[in-house]
């Protein structure tokens, strides 16, 4: 996964993710929360930030004990004392546990980042940075992406989701659970018929952590292969069929702020499986007639599910594949907000060639074109299924 683990941001780029004010930069690189480095771009040498360093800022951020920086400014102000470690921050002096906790666990939801216009340009640089940001965990750690049609373009959205959300600084462990692996090939990971995939966990006991694989900083795969395929009637021969998935997972959730499963077109056992797993169910719509059609059968075997086991499923329908231009796009969309109101994304992926060359070049859609409709797209429906 070279183009994502390699990938460097310029500082107007960063700004964009961090939602700050680019003349911000220079602050946080003096008080230590950010570090940049020179890379000769054509003949032009050019200030960048590493991947590494986007993500550990975003962790710092999150982690950062607002409460007691500001009552150490307000006491700067008002009396003169120096703050501490020689006049400057630093995350490492107001850096605190997490102690935001996962949807289901009793998890309070901080609040909701401040409009880059709305931040008082006079406040401190790392405060006015802290604030644009949301520094709440993901609502629900668990997440599916399901269809049971094929062509909706559900394994390049989990591929985004996944890159997108590692790019804020969270653990995310992705899970391939199609036979024909393009959520493996999305994340450039071109040995998959070669390792070890979720049948060697569910089938064969291979314990869970060794079936998974770092592709980027923060970012770990268990990849898929043909293999899958024939996963069923095995599966339903074991004990407790539908459980295994989740028993498995649960064994490395500890470790992972998300966990992102990627499911095959069809309704079958492993995709029952990871809807006993999932605390939310993102289904991926394509905005055409026959995508929305399906929906019906999508919408039933939740149900079927949510009777079969006595749960309740978090459900997020995702509009994609949208065309403006295209009145049948638009009678779509608005059916789907229509008849599925509540749990239809604000956010709506609009069909874009940004996307597809994403996936050709096996990466983030920001290493094609960091100011595109694909990446504001993303960017959009990231946040709303992180933040819920």
């Not at 004392?81 to 666990?105: A, D, R």
């Not at 029952?272 to 169910?281: C, Q, T």
Request: proline share 4%.
């Amino acid at each position: 996964m070279s183009a994502f683990r390699e990938m460097a941001f310029t500082p107007a780029e960063f700004a964009r993710l961090a939602k700050i004010d680019r003349k911000l930069i220079d602050s946080l690189e003096e008080e230590g929360f950010l570090h940049t480095f020179r890379k000769k771009v054509g003949n032009v040498e050019r200030k960048m930030i590493s991947l590494p360093e986007v993500q550990s800022y975003f962790q710092h951020m999150r982690n950062l004990d607002l409460e007691r920086l500001m009552a150490d400014l307000e006491s700067q102000a008002t009396v003169s004392e120096p703050i501490p470690q020689e006049n400057t921050i630093g995350f490492s002096h107001y850096s605190q546990g997490s102690q935001i906790q996962t949807h289901g666990t009793g998890a309070t939801a901080a609040a909701d980042p401040i409009p880059i216009e709305a931040v008082d340009k006079t406040m401190h640089p790392v405060v006015a940075a802290a604030t644009a940001i949301n520094r709440s965990a993901p609502s629900y750690k668990k997440q599916m992406f399901y269809n049971v049609k094929g062509g909706t373009g559900k394994s390049t959205l989990t591929a985004q989701y996944v890159m997108r959300a590692a790019m804020m600084g969270y653990k995310i462990l992705a899970i391939d659970l199609d036979g024909q692996g393009h959520l493996t090939m999305n994340l450039d990971c071109l040995e998959g018929h070669d390792l070890p995939t979720i049948y060697d966990v569910l089938i064969n006991d291979l314990p869970i952590e060794e079936s998974i694989i770092n592709v980027a900083p923060g970012l770990d795969l268990i990849p898929a292969n043909l293999g899958i395929c024939n996963i069923d009637i095995p599966l339903n021969q074991k004990p407790r069929r539908e459980y295994r998935l989740s028993e498995a997972i649960d064994q490395v959730a500890h470790e992972y702020d998300l966990i992102v499963a990627d499911t095959n077109p069809a309704a079958s056992i492993l995709n029952s499986s990871m809807l006993v797993a999932a605390d939310l169910v993102n289904v991926v719509c394509a905005t055409n007639p026959l995508s929305f059609h399906g929906m019906s059968l999508v919408m039933s075997t939740i149900e079927e599910m949510e009777r079969e086991f006595r749960m309740e499923l978090a459900v997020r329908i995702i509009p994609n594949m949208y065309d403006s231009r295209e009145v049948i796009s638009q009678e779509v969309l608005g059916e789907l907000r229509s008849q599925f109101e509540g749990i239809c994304t604000h956010s709506v992926v609009n069909r874009t060639v940004d996307l597809n060359e994403a996936t050709k070049r096996r990466s983030t859609v920001w290493t094609v074109n960091s100011k595109g409709t694909g990446v504001n797209d993303i960017n959009s429906l990231t946040e709303e299924l992180i933040f819920i």
